[in-house]
């Protein structure tokens, strides 16, 4: 069974940080560009950042450009969110996903992602 689980949400002041982390499991996700994405209350869901299956390129919304670092571990099938100089509007629910095509170039659209977290809820306050 395919699954990805996150954790490391929680309650932060304004100017704080955050690791959100994301372990996979149930299938190899070496060759997948794995990414997360998060969904405000009454928002649709948004792409966040993204890292290619070498961890070698990486791309973000222009929102959280400079603040968020996503990495990845190959070996541990893990990738991870440092979220730093965090803003009352990154609060959301946080989701790790997986673009299962091998090798490919990081994607954006939501729809390329097949397998999905639960999420993990971020809450900033001012």
Partial sequence: QVQLVESGGGL???GGSLRLSCAASGRTFRTDTMGW???APGKEREFVAAINWSGVST?????VKGRFTISRDTAKNSVYLQMNNLKPEDTADYYCAADPSPYGN???DAYAYTYWGQGTQV???S
């Fill in 12 to 14: 932060v002041q304004a």
């Fill in 37 to 39: 994405f998060r969904q």
């Fill in 59 to 63: 791309y973000y919304a222009d929102s």
């Fill in 106 to 108: 990081i994607r954006a």
């Fill in 123 to 125: 809450a900033v306050s």
